[in-house]
């Protein structure tokens, strides 16, 4: 699907390094609807892409909103986005969603860390929407470091449900996560945006608590990969033609090297693209965007970074 040109509607200052867009789309119509947790690829002045999570309200199909925090040590796409001004065009590409709420819950709670604040906003807007018993927790280094404070103690969506915790140590965090754990029943569900220490930490706490699948993890970052000890294995497509990956290579760039249309965005196994089902053999998974069980399952991998355990495996492209 072609890429979407929005025009940037309004810019933010939300704390130092970081900024909000509002974006509309450049030719007036309204946006597809897209549902609480979805992110977007932009691609920015420079043409780098760069996921970003929507932090606007899911019902709001007039103007999408992000935050961008600068981020110097990337690949620069953060730091172009902080340079654009309102009316400048930028293009978008189709909404994906790894972070759906949990219909079977009976409480939501929502542990956000620094700018990962971003996803859990829009799954707070559908919460409160939709009735639902629901808690948002954000740590932050400091109150002026920190996103959307004002909004979350101000609106009444939210005021009543935040607590906002600035300056805890990290060390010190998990024993503030377990309080939190300690009054839940084990048919809540448990949503995690943030730094991946921070993060792990979060799981560490609640997954004892409410069990690992109810845990759900929202990444930003590519996990590091040590690739020292790959070997080469077989792939077969459903369609019978077969592929062989090298230990160096990744299954997508083989079949896109060999002429095979394969969905893909970020190539750090992070946005979802290229899931694809596995039919036969066992994968080595290394992305961060398939859930627990999705991985247990072994029925899908992501092809731009996970690998086999078996010899072979057999895959069905989506
Ligand atoms: S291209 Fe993003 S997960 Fe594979």
Redesign the pocket.
């Known amino acids: 699907m072609p890429n979407t040109v929005v025009r940037v509607a309004e810019v933010v200052e939300e704390a130092p390094g970081i900024r909000a867009l509002r974006l509309v789309r450049a030719d007036g119509l309204p946006f597809d609807p897209h549902p609480a947790g979805t992110h977007v690829d932009v691609i920015g002045p420079t043409g780098i892409l760069r996921q970003y999570s929507l932090c606007g309200r899911p019902d709001d199909t007039s103007s999408l909103l992000i935050a961008v925090k600068r981020e110097p040590d990337s690949r620069g796409g953060s730091e172009a986005l902080h340079t654009v001004a309102e009316n400048d065009k930028l293009e978008i590409g189709e909404f994906r969603n790894l972070l759906s709420l949990a219909p079977d819950a009976d409480r939501h709670v929502l542990i956000a860390g620094g700018i990962g604040i971003t996803p859990l906003l829009s799954l707070a807007y559908q919460l409160h929407a939709d009735g639902a018993e629901f808690e948002l927790h954000y740590f932050a280094r400091s109150r002026e470091s920190a996103a959307f404070v004002s909004l979350l103690e101000e609106r009444a969506e939210f005021r009543d449900r935040v607590l906002l915790y600035f300056g805890v140590p990290r060390g010190e965090q998990p024993a503030v996560l377990a309080e939190v754990a300690a009054g839940l029943s084990s048919a809540a569900h448990v949503y995690t945006c943030g730094p991946e220490g921070f993060m792990e930490q979060v799981t560490g706490v609640f997954a004892p608590m409410v069990g690992e699948t109810r845990v759900h993890v929202e990444h930003f970052t590519a996990a590091e990969i040590d690739p020292s000890g790959d070997r080469p294995f077989t792939v077969e497509l459903d369609t019978g033609e077969v592929f062989e990956i090298p230990a160096d290579r990744s299954i997508?760039s083989v079949l896109t090297d060999n002429g095979i249309e394969v969905f893909?965005?970020?190539?750090?196994?992070?946005?979802?693209?290229?899931?694809s089902g596995v039919l036969e053999g066992t994968p080595e998974h290394r992305?961060q965007?398939l859930s627990a069980s999705d991985k247990a399952s072994g029925d899908q991998m992501?092809?731009?970074?996970s690998r086999a355990r078996s010899e072979k495996l057999v895959i069905e492209l989506y």
Not at 302 to 305: E, N, P, Q, R, S
């Open positions: 997508l893909k965005s970020c190539e750090e196994g992070i946005c979802g693209s290229c899931v992305d965007c992501a092809l731009c970074v």
